[in-house]
């Protein structure tokens, strides 16, 4: 079917045709096809008049038709593109869309998207009437479209004419189907002269909303049996097919009347279209409020919808209407509806730009939401682009950003470079551990550590981790000191073990005296681990191999078995959870009550067997440690 325009005149057009689209049959003289523009594979929609089918009267109205579509600029009504004339055919080219039949029996759409569907048609039926004087004629289930956004468009323009003055006598219809849609007015002429201007069109609407929920209307009597119109939809319906004229309202108190408490239209999904619409005049606190909302309601939208109209209203938002770091929620959240490709031309450059940002509430918020977009994120972009802007935080006065800066690196540190992540990364956690006056920042930048331990190379491992784990077992802050055996236990395997007997080992002794229980107990449970291993090498020497054989393993990549984290055993959405939670927040006990933070102790790990024979031969034995969930909540 590309092969359409084989021959002269249409050689030299630049679109291709397609395969015929259903929906149109018998109820308009035009042919629709799919088509693309032959420089760059564009999609586009051929609508295709051949005059072997029909007579030089209806190739007058196509004609005529094109005229009046080259006009119309709005954005309700389908977008003309090009078009070609010879004589015995015209092709005229315009956005892709489908005909609504047609995307009513594959999409199913909801209530919610028929809602905003046809208040876009009644919007297009008021800038015809009430702005430019002209009167449709032609309103039925065939004279709408859908495009890949979903959202709907009023074209058939055919039988359209202007409402008063030169040519305002209505044109003849030539196919029978249509006559099924004549308002009863077109037959008593009494009834005629009474009518309003668009009170042909409010009939042609009325016909209109009866096939969207019922399907194709077979006679014109079928208006009278309300099908599945839904209630609140029911008395604005009613007053469309009305027999009197007079009463069919203006397509604009159509819509103030649907839009009210209870209406049709008053919901959700119109609510935010016409506010994205209409973003340009709101002010800062408007924008704010309506972004900070918006997240948990693009659940009920259409993902198509989402992904082709609300998401690209979001990056302007972003891009040019100052809406702060409220967008980025649901800018994050529609952005895995793209492909990948998609997602790097359009998410990440916004990312990239957001995280030079010297506003706080867009800093954190981009770390808190981190887990949304890092599996998108190229190596190269996070070690050049984003980690020199990121590292700051880690030097922040403000201590929750120094806290979501080093829970980022749970995600970050599969894809930082070699340098970045066993040099400068060390810096900074070494300068946390030691100086940072937050026990909850220094807890959880041990268990950061001992989380990315196994990306780190055995150098800097055998450098860095005994000494850290060291460091935090001699903090003052309990959890700290507990975080700090639970990571040295939980890397049992990258320690030699000489190491574990002569400098791990006695420093977790000292713990067993420690003045709080918790701090003992996961002691005594890391003591237990290495001296199980230690006991097996005594009895089997040919052991110590096999024990050892982590130790100098190297560090892992984000193209691991184990999926792009590697040592991510829950998934990325629950990392940042399994930390604690410090500040002055208190710590939930185990009856429910709280705690003072500084008196908080993490709960206890599951008992670990400590009998050798229970563990398999060769391998080391490592306690069940979890550190305390919090609930982390975005905005």
């Given at each position: 079917?590309?092969?359409?325009?084989?021959?002269?005149?249409t050689?030299?057009?630049?679109?291709?045709?397609?395969?015929?689209?259903?929906?149109?049959?018998?109820?308009?003289?035009?042919?629709?096809h799919?088509?693309?523009?032959?420089?760059?594979?564009?999609?586009?929609?051929?609508?295709?008049?051949d005059?072997?089918?029909?007579?030089?009267?209806?190739?007058?109205?196509?004609?005529?038709?094109l005229?009046?579509?080259?006009?119309?600029?709005?954005p309700?009504v389908?977008?003309?593109?090009?078009s070609?004339?010879?004589?015995?055919?015209?092709?005229?080219?315009?956005?892709?869309?489908?005909?609504?039949?047609?995307?009513?029996s594959?999409?199913?759409?909801?209530?919610?998207?028929?809602?905003?569907?046809?208040?876009?048609?009644?919007?297009?039926?008021?800038?015809?009437?009430?702005?430019?004087?002209?009167?449709?004629?032609?309103?039925?289930?065939?004279?709408?479209?859908?495009?890949?956004?979903?959202?709907?468009?009023?074209?058939?323009?055919?039988?359209?004419?202007?409402?008063?003055?030169?040519?305002?006598?209505?044109?003849?219809?030539?196919?029978?189907?249509?006559?099924?849609?004549?308002?009863?007015?077109?037959?008593?002429?009494?009834?005629?002269?009474?009518?309003?201007?668009?009170?042909?069109?409010?009939?042609?609407?009325?016909?209109?909303?009866?096939?969207?929920?019922?399907?194709?209307?077979?006679?014109?009597?079928?208006?009278?049996?309300?099908?599945?119109?839904?209630?609140?939809?029911?008395?604005?319906?009613?007053?469309?097919?009305?027999?009197?004229?007079?009463?069919?309202?203006n397509?604009?108190?159509?819509?103030?009347?649907?839009?009210?408490?209870?209406?049709?239209?008053?919901?959700?999904?119109?609510?935010?279209?016409?506010?994205?619409?209409?973003?340009?005049?709101?002010?800062q606190?408007?924008?704010?409020?309506?972004?900070?909302?918006?997240?948990?309601?693009?659940?009920?939208?259409p993902?198509?919808?989402?992904?082709?109209?609300?998401?690209?209203?979001?990056?302007?938002?972003?891009?040019?209407?100052?809406?702060?770091?409220?967008?980025?929620?649901?800018?994050?959240?529609?952005?895995?509806?793209?492909?990948?490709?998609?997602?790097?031309?359009?998410?990440?450059?916004?990312?990239?730009?957001?995280?030079?940002?010297?506003?706080?509430?867009?800093?954190?918020?981009?770390?808190?939401?981190?887990?949304?977009?890092?599996?998108?994120?190229?190596?190269?972009?996070?070690?050049?682009?984003?980690?020199?802007?990121?590292?700051?935080?880690?030097?922040?006065?403000?201590?929750?950003?120094?806290?979501?800066?080093?829970?980022?690196?749970?995600?970050?540190?599969?894809?930082?470079?070699?340098?970045?992540?066993?040099?400068?990364?060390?810096?900074?956690?070494?300068r946390?551990?030691?100086?940072?006056?937050?026990?909850?920042?220094?807890?959880?930048?041990?268990?950061?550590?001992?989380?990315?331990?196994?990306?780190?190379?055995?150098?800097?491992?055998?450098?860095?981790?005994?000494?850290?784990?060291?460091?935090?077992?001699?903090?003052?802050?309990?959890?700290?000191?507990?975080?700090?055996?639970?990571?040295?236990?939980?890397?049992?395997?990258?320690?030699?073990?000489?190491?574990?007997?002569?400098?791990?080992?006695?420093t977790?002794?000292?713990?067993?005296?420690?003045?709080?229980?918790?701090?003992?107990?996961?002691?005594?449970?890391?003591?237990?681990?290495?001296?199980?291993?230690?006991?097996?090498?005594?009895?089997?020497?040919?052991?110590l191999?096999?024990?050892?054989?982590?130790?100098?393993?190297?560090?892992?990549?984000?193209?691991?078995?184990?999926?792009?984290?590697?040592?991510?055993?829950?998934?990325?959405?629950?990392?940042?959870?399994?930390?604690?939670?410090?500040?002055?927040?208190?710590?939930?006990?185990?009856?429910?009550?709280?705690?003072?933070?500084?008196?908080?102790?993490?709960?206890?790990?599951?008992?670990?067997?400590?009998?050798?024979?229970?563990?398999?031969?060769?391998?080391?034995?490592?306690?069940?440690?979890?550190?305390?969930?919090?609930?982390?909540?975005?905005?």
């Amino acid at each position: 079917m590309w092969s359409f325009f084989s021959r002269d005149p249409t050689a030299n057009f630049a679109f291709e045709i397609g395969d015929v689209v259903s929906g149109l049959e018998e109820k308009s003289i035009w042919t629709l096809h799919k088509g693309k523009r032959k420089a760059n594979g564009e999609p586009v929609s051929v609508f295709v008049f051949d005059i072997k089918d029909y007579n030089e009267t209806q190739m007058q109205t196509a004609k005529n038709s094109l005229k009046r579509l080259k006009t119309l600029r709005h954005p309700n009504v389908v977008t003309y593109i090009d078009s070609l004339e010879t004589d015995k055919t015209v092709y005229v080219v315009t956005e892709p869309v489908v005909p609504i039949v047609t995307y009513i029996s594959e999409q199913k759409p909801s209530e919610l998207v028929i809602s905003w569907g046809l208040h876009q048609i009644v919007k297009a039926l008021s800038f015809f009437v009430n702005d430019v004087n002209l009167i449709h004629n032609n309103v039925c289930s065939a004279s709408v479209f859908v495009d890949p956004a979903g959202e709907w468009k009023l074209g058939g323009v055919d039988y359209m004419y202007p409402a008063t003055g030169e040519g305002s006598i209505p044109p003849v219809k030539i196919l029978p189907a249509l006559e099924r849609y004549d308002p009863p007015e077109k037959n008593d002429l009494s009834r005629g002269r009474k009518a309003e201007k668009w009170s042909s069109d409010m009939w042609g609407l009325g016909c209109l909303i009866w096939e969207v929920f019922n399907g194709p209307l077979p006679r014109t009597s079928a208006l009278k049996a309300l099908g599945k119109i839904p209630k609140s939809l029911v008395p604005n319906y009613c007053e469309l097919v009305g027999a009197n004229p007079k009463v069919r309202p203006n397509p604009a108190n159509f819509i103030q009347s649907c839009r009210k408490p209870g209406g049709f239209m008053k919901n959700s999904f119109v609510d935010t279209n016409l506010f994205l619409e209409e973003q340009q005049i709101k002010d800062q606190n408007e924008k704010t409020k309506f972004f900070s909302e918006l997240t948990p309601k693009l659940d009920d939208f259409p993902d198509d919808f989402c992904k082709h109209k609300i998401l690209p209203q979001l990056l302007n938002a972003y891009e040019f209407g100052n809406a702060g770091s409220s967008v980025l929620a649901p800018l994050f959240k529609l952005g895995r509806l793209l492909s990948q490709e998609d997602y790097q031309k359009k998410i990440v450059p916004c990312v990239v730009k957001l995280f030079s940002s010297t506003d706080r509430a867009t800093r954190i918020k981009l770390l808190m939401q981190m887990d949304s977009f890092i599996e998108h994120l190229q190596p190269a972009t996070i070690n050049d682009q984003i980690f020199p802007q990121v590292v700051h935080g880690f030097m922040d006065t403000n201590p929750a950003i120094r806290e979501q800066t080093v829970k980022a690196m749970l995600l970050m540190a599969p894809k930082l470079n070699d340098k970045t992540l066993n040099t400068e990364l060390m810096k900074h956690f070494a300068r946390l551990q030691s100086k940072d006056d937050q026990g909850g920042i220094r807890t959880n930048t041990t268990v950061c550590l001992g989380k990315i331990a196994c990306h780190l190379n055995p150098q800097t491992r055998q450098k860095v981790l005994g000494s850290a784990f060291t460091r935090a077992m001699k903090d003052p802050f309990p959890p700290a000191r507990i975080a700090g055996v639970m990571a040295m236990a939980a890397n049992q395997k990258y320690f030699p073990l000489k190491d574990a007997a002569t400098k791990a080992l006695p420093t977790l002794c000292t713990l067993t005296v420690d003045p709080e229980k918790g701090v003992r107990e996961q002691a005594f449970k890391a003591i237990r681990c290495f001296i199980d291993s230690l006991e097996k090498v005594s009895e089997d020497p040919e052991m110590l191999a096999k024990l050892e054989s982590e130790v100098n393993s190297p560090g892992t990549t984000d193209s691991s078995a184990g999926g792009w984290t590697g040592w991510a055993v829950t998934g990325v959405s629950s990392l940042t959870s399994k930390l604690y939670r410090g500040g002055n927040k208190p710590a939930p006990t185990a009856a429910g009550t709280q705690q003072p933070a500084d008196k908080a102790k993490a709960p206890s790990a599951e008992p670990t067997p400590s009998h050798p024979a229970s563990t398999p031969a060769g391998t080391r034995q490592e306690p069940q440690v979890e550190i305390q969930e919090e609930e982390e909540e975005r905005e």
